[in-house]
C-alpha cells in the first residue's frame, strides 16, 4: 500500500506493519474515511490491539471525567486513538457499550457538531445510597438552588433574579464564601464549563445582562421530577401544583434522552 | 440624518429610527418646523424620556408585579412625549423606551403564562433556609428582606446537598483506590530482583537457630503458667475453703480471648498431672476442684473434650 504523507509525520510510527492510509489532513477528524479504507484500515489491525485501544480510551475518558469538564473527541484522538484514527467509530462506540455494561455509566455526545462527550451515571441513585465515595459537595446544594430557580421559572433567569435569590441564602456575589470562594467565577464559569449552566447575555441590554439556563450536563443528569418532588416538600405542597413545572418534568421522565 | 445614540452608549441603530407607527411627521431634516428645532423645548422633551427610562429601571420589580398595570401607565407617558417629537435624537430615546417597556411586557406576560401556582424565589429562599437549618434570633423586625435574622449553621449548605444528590445522575468520579499506580520500566526490574535474592540467602542461615531458642523458651513458660495457675487455684482455696470453682469463671478472661484459650490450655496441664480435678456440678456446668492428695488420681475425672 503506498503511503500519503499527511500533517506531521512524527504519528507515524508503526510496529512494522502494513501502513494505514488516512484521508485527510491530521488536525480534521470530522471527514469519515470512505468505506473501502476502514476496510482496509481494519485489515491492519488485530482485535486484540483495537481491544486494547478501546480500554485505553475508556481509562483516558474516566480519568478525564474527574473534573467534569466534557471530554473532546480530538483530545481522544490525539492522546489515545493517534494511528488508530480511521477505527474511531467502532472503538469508541465500542468504549461506549463498555462503560455501559462494565461501569453503569452513559457516555453521552452532548455536542454532535463538535464532538464533544460527557460521562453520566446509568442508574438512579437510590435515596439515602451514597453517591460516591467522597462525601457529597456543598456545591452541589448551591447548583440545585440555581437549577431549580431556572426551571421554576421557565427555563430562562435573569442573572440578577439568581443574585438576590442567593442573597437571601448569605451568598453574595462580590463576597468570598467559606464553602464556596469566589462564587462569581463558580457560577459563571466552573458551572458554565462543566455543562451544568448555560450563561448567555442579553442582546440589547444596557448595562450588559446575562441570563442563566440549564447547560446539556445538567440536562442529562438532573431528573426534574425528583427537583419538583424535593419543592412541592419545602413548600408543603403537591409537585402537581406547579402544573407547567409538572408537565414539563413527566414529558422528561417519558421521554428518556 | 440617522438616530445617533445620544451616549446611551451599547446600542447599535443603524436603522432610521423615526418609524414608530405614530402619525407624527419624519425626522429628516427636510420636516423640520422652526418651533421644532428648539433646544431649549427638545432637551426638555429629552429629559424627561431619561427621566422615564430611569423610573422603569428603578421599578423594574415593582412593574412586573401581575398586580398593578403600572408598565401601561408608562407607555402612555411615553405616548404623550412622543406627541411633541420631531427629530430623530428624541425619538431615538422613545425608541429606548419603547425596547424596555417591551422586554418588561414580555416577562410580565410569561408570568401570566404559567397556570397553577406561580413560583416565588423569596418565599422559596426561606423555606430553604429553614431546611438548612437556620437559627432564627429571638427579634425579628418582621422584615425579611434583611438578612441579618438568624444565622447559618456550618453545615447548612453540606444538609442542603446531601439530600439533592439523588436528583443528580453524576457519574462517580473516578479515582485509583491506593493512590496512583507507578510504571516502572524493566530493566530497573531486574536489577531490584537480584538485590532482593541476596539478602534472603543469609536470612534462611539464620533461623534454624531462631527457631531453637523459640522452642526452648516455649516449653519453658508452659511450665511456668502451669504453676503460677496452680498457685492461683490454691490460694481460692485457702481463702474460700474448699469450695469448688466453676470453670468458665476459672478460664474465662472477659478482655482477652487469647488469654482464655491459654488459661484452658494451662489448667488443662494441671488436671492432666493429677493437680486439680474438673467434674460437672449439680446444674451440669464443669467446675474445677482440689484433690485431696492423701486419694489416689483416679478421682481425677479427665474433661469431656
Redesign the interface.
Known amino acids: 500500500m503506498s503511503q500519503r504523507s499527511a500533517g506531521s509525520g512524527a504519528r507515524r510510527s508503526r510496529p512494522g506493519r502494513s501502513q494505514v492510509i488516512l484521508d485527510d489532513d491530521e488536525p480534521d477528524v470530522s471527514s469519515q474515511p470512505s468505506s473501502s479504507q476502514v476496510q482496509r484500515a481494519r485489515c491492519s489491525f488485530t482485535p486484540q490491539q483495537i481491544e486494547q485501544k478501546v480500554a485505553e480510551v475508556v481509562q483516558f475518558i ?2 478525564k ?2 473534573k ?1 469538564i466534557p471530554i473532546r473527541r480530538a483530545d481522544v484522538v490525539k492522546h489515545v486513538v493517534k494511528e488508530y484514527k480511521g477505527q474511531y467509530p467502532g472503538i469508541i462506540r465500542r468504549a461506549g457499550q463498555t462503560f455501559e455494561q462494565v ?1 453503569g ?1 452513559n457516555l453521552v455526545e452532548i455536542d454532535s457538531k463538535n464532538h464533544v462527550y460527557i ?9 439515602g ?1 451514597p ?12 447548583l ?2 440555581i437549577l ?2 431556572i426551571f ?3 427555563g430562562t433567569v435573569k442573572e440578577i ?1 439568581v443574585w ?2 442567593l ?4 451568598v453574595y456575589e462580590g463576597v468570598k464564601h467559606e ?1 464556596f470562594g469566589d462564587v462569581k467565577k463558580l457560577v459563571t464559569d466552573v458551572f458554565v464549563r462543566q455543562k451544568y449552566l448555560e450563561y448567555v447575555r442579553i442582546p ?5 445582562e446575562h441570563e442563566f439556563r440549564w447547560g446539556a450536563r445538567a440536562e ?4 426534574k421530577m ?2 419538583l418532588q ?2 412541592g416538600e ?2 408543603n ?1 403537591e409537585p ?7 408537565r414539563e418534568a413527566a414529558s422528561v421522565e417519558s421521554n428518556p434522552r | 440624518k440617522s438616530g445617533h445614540s445620544n451616549g446611551f452608549g451599547g446600542r447599535n441603530r443603524t436603522e432610521r429610527v423615526a418609524d414608530t407607527g405614530d402619525e407624527d411627521e419624519g425626522a429628516g431634516p427636510s420636516g423640520i418646523h422652526e418651533d421644532d428645532d428648539d433646544p431649549a423645548r427638545r432637551r426638555e422633551i429629552r429629559s424627561q424620556y431619561r427621566d422615564l427610562i430611569n423610573s422603569v429601571h428603578q421599578n423594574r420589580e415593582d412593574m412586573l408585579n401581575p398586580a398593578n398595570n403600572k408598565l401601561i401607565d408608562v407607555l402612555e407617558e411615553a405616548n404623550k412625549l412622543f406627541a411633541n417629537v420631531r427629530q430623530a435624537r428624541e425619538a431615538a430615546l422613545d425608541a429606548q423606551l419603547l425596547v424596555l417597556a417591551t422586554d418588561l411586557g414580555r416577562e410580565k406576560a410569561s408570568q401570566l403564562h404559567a397556570e397553577g401556582s406561580s413560583f416565588d424565589p423569596s418565599a422559596y429562599a426561606q423555606h430553604l433556609l429553614s431546611f438548612m437549618g437556620l437559627n432564627r434570633l429571638e427579634e425579628e423586625d418582621g422584615n425579611e428582606d434583611d438578612c441579618s435574622d438568624g444565622y447559618l449553621p456550618p453545615d447548612a449548605w453540606q444538609r442542603l446537598s446531601k439530600r439533592v444528590e439523588s436528583c443528580f445522575k453524576t457519574a462517580p468520579s473516578f479515582h485509583y483506590m491506593l493512590g496512583s499506580f507507578l510504571v516502572e520500566p524493566p530493566p530497573p526490574r531486574q536489577r531490584i530482583e537480584r538485590q532482593r535474592k541476596a539478602p534472603s540467602k543469609e536470612a534462611k542461615r539464620v533461623m534454624p537457630i531462631q527457631l531453637k531458642k523459640m522452642e526452648e523458651s516455649h516449653q519453658e513458660a508452659t511450665e511456668k503458667e502451669v504453676e503460677r495457675i496452680l498457685g492461683f487455684l490454691n490460694k481460692y482455696y485457702a481463702d474460700n475453703s474448699e469450695s469448688p470453682i466453676p470453670y468458665y469463671d476459672f478460664v474465662i478472661d472477659p478482655t482477652s480471648f487469647s488469654r482464655t484459650v491459654e488459661n484452658i490450655f494451662h489448667t488443662s496441664f494441671l488436671i492432666r498431672d493429677g493437680l486439680a480435678r474438673i467434674y460437672l456440678d449439680s446444674e451440669k456446668l464443669p467446675c474445677i476442684g482440689k484433690i485431696d492428695f492423701s486419694v489416689t488420681s483416679q478421682n481425677a475425672i479427665l474433661p469431656d473434650l
Open positions: 474516566l480519568i471525567d474527574q467534569k461501569f455509566l460521562l453520566v451515571n446509568k442508574l438512579h441513585p437510590l435515596p445510597e453517591i460516591s465515595m467522597c462525601p457529597g459537595s456543598p456545591k452541589t446544594g448551591l440545585f438552588v431549580s430557580l421554576m421559572k421557565g433574579l438576590n435569590t442573597k437571601k441564602l448569605r464553602e440589547h441590554t444596557e448595562p450588559l442529562q443528569e438532573v431528573s425528583k427537583l424535593f419543592i419545602l413548600h405542597e402537581q401544583t406547579w402544573t407547567q413545572q409538572y
